[in-house]
């Protein structure tokens, strides 16, 4: 394999420049101006080529629940929102809290993965020896508050065991249980989906980061904290500081650009996810966390259900909404709009997930790394949903706008893998490997 791209805007670490990058055997070879044998040429003029997105939280269902999505559709979606490398939570059915349930799950994606893949392991209290032993997994999650599926740990002493063993990262779903129930219990009987954000409030999930990051403190042990939602955590991070890089953090595109409680009058329970949508306020403190380098990185965290599932009113109504095909763009959009700049979009969701897990070859357009890249035309609008969906679940919150800036192809390990809107055949992912 060896093929250049020609006249494109390159995304190198160092910013967006014109250039030329030539790919060989799987790894990029050449980058700025290349001599010797260019192979295939491809024009990209008009083009920009970037690093495939690295999407450090995704919930795919395989095993358990596959009638919402699984490896396979998880992956395809990924390939065609640019997404070349994913990162997939424990909250299956059964839920992988072992070795082995880490191995099925490769097993599995191998062959089926269209994109690159790694696997968490979930956090009980009593599966401590697993989470230690785990080298297979790209970090531990614990759910300090239940959400979707059974995992949960929330008593002190567990928390203390778990940051106590073993040195792995652990990343948590960070909102207080005991606030969650009792809020439940004092919110009974109202059934519009607006009463979701706030029963999970603001003050929940400022308590249990605030918890992990005195743990991850008292045990010097890596900590991130997934899709952070409130200015209230970010200001905690910035007073607490990160530990040098011991504690690193995430937010999603939904916490940036939707809002709660307006957001329940459009699109109802398909607003709610774990942890909620908030406040305009938040939003804003979310993006200087990004801006000030308190916030390290975009994940998804693409989650899935049916519009039938998703119908079921306040209550019954699982949360959780899809992503990664939308992610890449929502966030192009954002700049295109001034929010940000297309440099900051490529950092925050590769180089960004890459230093945060230390994944090897990837998020990068450096010579020696792997060829997964994301071919992006930044003047194409389109209407999120004109063109269907890949996810098996068939829709998302941002269903109907207007987004400025797609990935028009999308190159896994240096082959095509999705193209003029199609998802091509025959190409698939690795495993992630980590540095220690
Ligand atoms: O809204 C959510 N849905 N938050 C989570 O933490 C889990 C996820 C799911 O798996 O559905």
């Given at each position: 394999?060896?093929?250049?791209f020609?006249?494109?805007?390159?995304?190198?670490?160092?910013?967006?420049?014109?250039?030329?990058l030539?790919?060989?055997?799987?790894?990029?070879?050449a980058?700025?101006?290349?001599?010797?044998?260019?192979?295939?040429?491809?024009d990209?003029?008009?083009?920009?080529?970037?690093?495939g997105?690295?999407?450090?939280?995704?919930?795919?269902?395989?095993?358990?629940?596959?009638?919402k999505?699984?490896?396979e559709?998880?992956?395809?979606?990924?390939?065609?929102?640019?997404?070349?490398?994913?990162?997939?939570?424990p909250?299956?059915?059964?839920?992988?809290?072992?070795?082995?349930?880490?191995?099925?799950?490769?097993?599995?994606?191998?062959?089926?993965?269209?994109?690159?893949?790694?696997?968490?392991?979930?956090?009980?209290?009593?599966?401590?020896?697993?989470?230690?032993?785990?080298?297979?997994?790209?970090?531990?999650?614990?759910?300090?508050?239940?959400?979707?599926?059974?995992?949960?740990?929330?008593?002190?002493a567990?928390?203390?065991?778990?940051?106590?063993?073993?040195?792995?990262?652990?990343?948590?779903?960070?909102?207080?249980e005991?606030?969650?129930?009792?809020?439940?219990?004092?919110?009974?009987?109202?059934?519009?989906?607006?009463?979701?954000t706030?029963?999970?409030?603001?003050?929940?999930?400022?308590?249990?980061?605030?918890?992990?990051?005195?743990?991850?403190?008292?045990?010097?042990?890596?900590?991130?904290?997934?899709?952070?939602?409130?200015?209230?955590?970010?200001?905690?991070?910035?007073?607490?500081?990160?530990?040098?890089?011991?504690?690193?953090?995430?937010?999603?595109?939904?916490?940036?650009?939707?809002?709660?409680?307006?957001?329940?009058?459009?699109?109802?329970?398909?607003?709610q996810?774990?942890?909620?949508?908030?406040?305009?306020?938040?939003?804003?403190?979310?993006?200087?966390?990004?801006?000030?380098?308190?916030?390290?990185?975009?994940?998804?965290?693409?989650?899935?259900?049916?519009?039938?599932?998703?119908?079921?009113?306040?209550?019954?109504?699982?949360?959780?909404?899809?992503?990664?095909?939308?992610?890449?763009?929502?966030m192009?959009?954002?700049?295109?709009?001034g929010?940000?700049?297309?440099?900051?979009?490529?950092r925050?969701?590769?180089?960004?997930?890459?230093?945060?897990?230390?994944?090897?070859?990837?998020?990068?357009?450096?010579?020696?790394?792997?060829?997964?890249?994301?071919?992006?035309?930044?003047?194409?609008?389109?209407?999120?949903?004109?063109?269907?969906?890949?996810?098996?679940?068939?829709?998302?919150?941002?269903?109907?706008?207007?987004?400025?800036?797609?990935?028009?192809?999308?190159?896994?390990?240096?082959h095509?893998?999705?193209?003029?809107?199609?998802?091509?055949?025959?190409?698939?992912?690795?495993?992630?490997?980590?540095a220690?």
């Amino acid at each position: 394999m060896r093929f250049t791209f020609r006249g494109g805007r390159l995304a190198l670490p160092t910013g967006i420049v014109d250039g030329d990058l030539r790919v060989v055997d799987g790894r990029i070879d050449a980058i700025g101006v290349v001599e010797g044998d260019p192979g295939e040429e491809i024009d990209a003029k008009g083009l920009m080529v970037m690093p495939g997105v690295i999407d450090p939280q995704v919930h795919f269902r395989e095993p358990g629940a596959t009638h919402k999505e699984d490896l396979e559709t998880g992956s395809r979606a990924c390939v065609a929102g640019g997404v070349t490398s994913f990162l997939e939570m424990p909250n299956t059915s059964p839920p992988t809290t072992s070795r082995e349930a880490i191995a099925d799950k490769k097993t599995r994606a191998s062959g089926r993965a269209r994109a690159n893949y790694g696997f968490f392991i979930g956090a009980t209290p009593d599966n401590v020896d697993e989470l230690v032993a785990c080298d297979g997994a790209c970090g531990i999650k614990i759910f300090m508050g239940s959400s979707t599926g059974s995992l949960l740990v929330n008593d002190r002493a567990d928390l203390d065991n778990i940051f106590s063993k073993g040195r792995r990262l652990i990343a948590v779903h960070a909102e207080d249980e005991a606030r969650l129930i009792e809020r439940k219990k004092q919110f009974a009987g109202r059934t519009d989906p607006k009463v979701h954000t706030e029963i999970r409030d603001a003050k929940a999930a400022l308590m249990a980061t605030t918890l992990a990051v005195e743990l991850s403190e008292k045990y010097d042990r890596r900590l991130h904290v997934l899709h952070m939602s409130t200015g209230d955590e970010a200001d905690l991070l910035v007073e607490r500081g990160k530990g040098d890089g011991r504690i690193t953090c995430e937010v999603l595109p939904q916490h940036l650009m939707l809002n709660a409680p307006e957001i329940y009058d459009r699109i109802g329970t398909r607003a709610q996810m774990n942890p909620p949508l908030r406040t305009k306020e938040h939003s804003e403190r979310l993006w200087r966390g990004l801006h000030d380098g308190t916030v390290d990185c975009i994940a998804t965290d693409h989650a899935p259900h049916t519009l039938e599932e998703k119908g079921q009113g306040y209550g019954p109504a699982p949360s959780g909404m899809p992503g990664v095909e939308t992610s890449l763009a929502v966030m192009l959009d954002a700049a295109h709009r001034g929010l940000c700049s297309v440099e900051d979009v490529v950092r925050w969701m590769t180089d960004g997930p890459r230093r945060v897990y230390r994944i090897v070859g990837k998020g990068r357009l450096e010579v020696g790394f792997d060829a997964d890249l994301a071919i992006v035309d930044l003047g194409r609008s389109e209407k999120v949903g004109a063109r269907g969906y890949f996810t098996k679940s068939g829709w998302s919150p941002f269903d109907g706008m207007t987004l400025k800036g797609w990935p028009v192809r999308t190159y896994v390990g240096g082959h095509l893998a999705f193209a003029d809107g199609e998802v091509l055949d025959g190409v698939f992912g690795g495993e992630l490997t980590y540095a220690q």
